[in-house]
């Protein structure tokens, strides 16, 4: 991916880009990252009863094969996070509303 980015931004081969080219592709290309309530809703897929949570087999089935994948230990952190209980089920409201603050912590 980042090899046709490259070829993209310089066309002719040059090696070189201009700032301008380089904002055009980041337009193009970049998204920004969803918000909580965005998170929330897509999670509300996998709640087909409403209950406000989802299983960790069923969040591991989500970060392993959706969107960005996860490597398994990469998953299992993400459970021991979201689960610390171990109780089998995920709060995905509270989860993506610690991680939000864990990621402004961050920044």
Known sequence: EVADFIKEIDSDSTGTFDYASLVALLERHWKPP???????????????????????????????????????????????????????????AEFVQNMQQQTIKIN
């Not at 918000?35 to 069923?58: N, R």
């Not at 089935?61 to 089998?88: R, W």
């Open 34 to 92: 969803a918000d909580a309530d965005q998170v929330i809703e897509a999670f509300k897929i996998f709640d087909p009863d409403g209950t406000g949570t989802i299983s960790s087999s069923e969040m591991r089935t989500v970060m392993t094969n959706l969107g960005e994948k996860l490597t398994s230990e990469e998953v299992n952190a993400m459970l021991k996070e979201a689960d610390p209980s171990n109780t089998g089920k995920i709060n995905y």
